[in-house]
């Protein structure tokens, strides 16, 4: 029975990871060893406590080593490895269970992900589940050697260019993921996680000093008006207080936040999960403080009315109160910025940011943001 999760008003059905699929493929594999039988299906106990019945879709048997395959199925997720095979090749060994990557699986090139430098790209949560399905198969066969597996995904090859892999180091192939075991549709922890896992890159290249842009607009700023480069930085998407968070636990000593206002202008309210799903709040910032600037009541609210963030500008500049309404909103930046990084953590920590938009430039930034903008570019020379 397919599981489901209601989200945005749907239901959406789970699916399962690459991990899953290894491990699966993985069972299949040594039973069909142990057994002499063919194996056209497994059931596979997640981490997350869901039972799955996996189809086993091609099998090469030779007298000492089996080779299976799996079909990813991610379910609603659009996850580009949906429909993807994953192969497990299993051979008895004297003992011990060792697991390695083939094609298509990535091989780790720099220090700070969860694999070491020269291992396959297979993380711990699918290596613990390759071996628990492997140590349970040879028990009820009543087998007491060991087995060496592989792991491969041809498509891997194709796929991990549309991955963050290459930035991550992770070269010739996809990794093979999964905590729970189980693909929840649009998940965030999936895009947490490999955010987390940039900024673990980072810090292991000896990075301290970081920047961090939510997307494109604001990467691209970052290099043709600011002369900076984000290959050293991370991208957060709309996971702004998640990425901090994370920052300041790992040990950097400094951020630096760029971003088109239609995002950070937010951070007025203290809404650090930017999508517009979760909360607005634009209009709002800027007619407030503007109101508190000296707006009148028809410029206030032409504000509120307005569908983007350069039209509340153009408006509030119209009113001659644009610098303070400005000035206001990046005390209060300034201020739910240091709640998050500092007043819970007690840490030193520098946080500085610059807001923009294409229309009208730069916007706001804070006290220190050109000192740091100057020590990050002399990173770079």
Do not use: W
């Amino acid at each position: 029975m397919r599981e489901f999760v209601v989200k945005n008003k749907k239901k959406l059905a789970l699916g399962y990871t690459t991990g899953s699929c290894a491990a699966a493929a993985a069972k299949a594999a040594a039973q069909a060893l142990l057994s002499g039988e063919p194996v056209d299906s497994v059931r596979l106990m997640t981490p997350a406590g869901i039972l799955l019945h996996v189809d086993v879709e091609h099998m090469e048997r030779a007298p000492d080593r089996v080779r299976c395959a799996v079909r990813k199925d991610a379910g609603d997720d659009p996850d580009i490895t949906h429909g993807m095979l994953v192969f497990a090749e299993v051979e008895k060994t004297a003992s011990g269970i060792s697991i390695d990557g083939g094609e298509g699986v990535g091989r780790v090139t720099k220090p700070g992900l969860a694999c070491a430098v020269g291992q396959a790209a297979i993380n711990p949560g699918p290596r613990e589940q390759i071996t628990r399905a492997l140590t349970e198969t040879a028990e009820r066969y009543g087998y007491t050697g060991g087995f060496s597996v592989v792991i491969s995904a041809p498509e891997g090859v194709r796929l991990a260019e549309r991955t963050f892999n290459p930035s991550l180091g992770i070269v010739g192939g996809l990794s093979i993921l999964g905590t729970t075991g189980i693909v929840e549709p649009m998940s965030e922890r999936a895009l947490i996680d490999t955010i987390r896992l940039e900024l673990d890159a980072r810090y292991a290249e000896g990075v301290r000093e970081l920047l961090i842009c939510p997307g494109n607009y604001g990467e691209d700023f970052a290099a043709e008006q600011l002369g900076l480069s984000l290959e050293r930085g991370v991208k957060c998407s709309n996971f702004i207080g998640e990425t901090l968070d994370y920052a300041v636990y790992r040990g950097f000593s400094s951020v630096l936040l760029i971003g088109h206002a239609g995002k950070l202008i937010k951070l007025g309210a203290g809404v650090f999960q930017t999508h517009s799903s979760y909360a607005d709040g634009r209009q709002e910032v800027l007619a407030s403080h503007a109101a508190m600037a000296g707006a009148d009541r028809d410029t206030v609210r032409a504000v509120m009315q307005s569908v983007s963030v350069d039209e509340c500008i153009r408006l509030i500049r119209e009113a001659g109160v644009l610098e303070e309404t400005l000035r206001t909103i990046s005390q209060k930046i300034a201020r739910h910025l240091h709640h998050r990084t500092v007043d819970k953590t007690g840490r030193d920590f520098c946080m500085e940011y610059l807001i923009f938009t294409n229309v009208h430039g730069v916007l706001i930034q804070s006290d220190g943001a050109a000192e740091l903008i100057n020590r990050l570019k002399e990173r770079e020379l």
